[in-house]
């Protein structure tokens, strides 16, 4: 007796999301972060501008030609510092939305997937619910260990770089310096060596360098190959608890329905 195929990921479907994925993070790249590639120029150049549009104000009877100049480089200082914060900002912004796009095909393929084999909306609207460490719980029910491949700790750190990045100091700052502190800078580290206070991190250290973005993309990309062909009913199963109470749910209401319609 063949078992019941509860997920299916056909091969054209799998291939569309890698390359929606793909197209996302090569636009992001060309479009958005190639306008910070050269800012040690642009400050240079800011620099200049600051010469230039002080020149009338200098008078070399009054002002010293060195303290002119400090304050035409401390200028460019300040337009590297502004366009560095933006770059980092903009970084972060591509992430965010690289996973949150992720994240939301994850769960309308789940959602597309249970609506063949189960009649409620109650399901349906859990998955949407549901964090994404819930969503994982139940498709490891099913024998998809995502938690134990090479690409989870990474689409997980990233799930939390995203967190701190919306909301700040919190639970997701905590687990981020316990577990994957490479995403916080600490300014004193190069001074200091390891004895800096990194209690004293906070969510403005949080910061994504080019070679992490890459890895997060590539993480989803190694996600999306890694779906299995064929999620079968296995013979044994413990769902997650809040997944049979929203099937149990959805039964009683088909249940009250059919005896009302009778």
């Not at 890459?214 to 190694?222: G, L, P, R, T």
Request: include cysteine.
């Amino acid at each position: 007796m063949s078992q019941l195929v509860l997920f299916q990921m056909w091969s054209r479907f799998r291939q569309s999301l890698i390359e929606s994925h793909l197209f996302y993070f090569e636009q992001a790249n060309k479009r958005l972060l190639s306008q910070f590639d050269d800012i040690e120029s642009e400050a240079d150049k800011a620099s200049a501008a600051w010469l230039e549009e002080n020149a009338q104000y200098f008078n070399q009877d009054v002002h010293d030609l060195g303290e002119f100049e400090e304050q035409a480089y401390d200028a460019g200082v300040e337009f590297y510092q502004l366009l560095s914060d933006m770059r980092d900002t903009t970084r972060l912004s591509v992430v965010a939305g690289m996973y949150q796009e992720w994240d939301k095909s994850l769960r309308q393929w789940l959602v597309d997937e249970i609506h063949h084999w189960h009649n409620g909306n109650t399901v349906l609207s859990m998955v949407w619910k549901k964090d994404i460490a819930r969503l994982i719980d139940l498709m490891e029910s099913f024998d998809w260990k995502i938690r134990a491949k090479e690409y989870f700790p990474i689409i997980d750190a990233c799930r939390l770089v995203i967190n701190v990045h919306k909301h700040g100091d919190g639970n997701s700052l905590i687990d981020l310096k316990a577990r994957h502190p490479e995403y916080l800078v600490d300014p004193l580290k190069n001074i200091i060596g390891n004895n800096s206070a990194f209690d004293f991190i906070d969510h403005t250290h949080l910061s994504v360098s080019v070679s992490q973005l890459e890895d997060f993309s590539d993480a989803i990309v190694a996600f999306w190959k890694d779906v299995p062909e064929n999620i079968f009913n296995p013979t044994e199963i413990t769902l997650p608890e809040w997944f049979e109470k929203a099937m149990q749910t959805d039964h009683k209401a088909s249940q009250n329905q059919g005896g009302l319609q009778s």
